[in-house]
Nanobody
Framework: QVQLVESGGGLVQPGGSLRLSCVVS????????MGWYRQAPGKQRDLVAS???????NYADSVKGRFTISRDNAKNTVYLQMDSLKPEDTAIYYC???????WGQGTQVTVSS
């Protein structure tokens, strides 16, 4: 069994930054490929960024150059550094063990002045 617990969401002004964290507990083998999804009100859930165990990353076009995904395997933690935030980044952000049924509970990010 795997548990994913996110933290770090909140309210930030446009142009600001936030860092999300996702602590993974349980079977590490099943968390090789990790990612962050987000879901805005009335919209589908989309993949924002992903990272392999060895650090290879991929990003949605909408966040390239602004968001950075990283992981600390020793701490079983995945991060999402979000810079130059825009109102359209407002959503619930979910940490996911991609290819499995394991999702975190989500953390709200609101970008507003």
């Amino acid at each position: 069994q795997v548990q994913l617990v996110e933290s770090g969401g909140g309210l930030v002004q446009p142009g600001g930054s936030l860092r999300l964290s996702c602590v993974v507990s349980g079977s590490i083998r099943s968390t090789y490929f990790m990612g962050w999804y987000r879901q805005a009100p009335g919209k589908q859930r989309d993949l924002v960024a992903s990272i392999t165990h060895y650090g290879s990353t991929n990003y949605a076009d909408s966040v390239k150059g602004r968001f950075t995904i990283s992981r600390d395997n020793a701490k079983n933690t995945v991060y999402l550094q979000m810079d130059s935030l825009k109102p359209e980044d407002t959503a619930i952000y979910y940490c996911v063990a991609i290819g499995t049924a394991y999702w975190g509970q989500g953390t709200q990010v609101t970008v507003s002045s």
